[in-house]
């Protein structure tokens, strides 16, 4: 038996929650300066509830060749990758409008 999506009644394979929300979002792009003058890149404003951030965090870290977490909803990169990020949140299916550098 098919396992049913909750929000739009879909079966999980035809289930359209998750594009939609990548959609809706308002990402902020930045980066920050850290001990010693390191520079680390903070993407933020990714909803928790419906991207797996874990997953998405692993994604960019092997593209970019760098390390990084997750905290509180935020992704943290190591070194400066602002432009490269957006490339890559936009292959995934992020709406190029949505993210913005701050």
């Known amino acids: 038996m098919q396992e049913i999506c909750n ?9 359209i929650c998750e594009t939609i929300s990548k ?9 920050i300066k850290k001990r010693f003058g390191k520079i680390s890149t903070i993407v933020e404003g990714i909803d928790e509830k419906n991207i797996d951030i874990p ?13 990084g977490t997750h905290k509180n909803g935020k992704i943290e990169l190591q070194g ?23």
Request: aromatic fraction near 2%; charged fraction near 35%; glycine fraction near 8%.
């Open 7 to 15: 929000k739009c009644g879909l079966p999980k394979e035809l289930c």
């Open 23 to 31: 959609e809706a979002q308002v990402i902020k792009i930045r980066t």
């Open 55 to 67: 997953t998405l965090t692993k994604k960019l870290k092997g593209l970019l060749a760098c390390g």
């Open 80 to 102: 400066e990758h602002v432009q490269k990020v957006r490339e890559a949140l936009i292959k995934e299916g992020f709406a190029e409008e949505s993210i913005s550098r701050s």
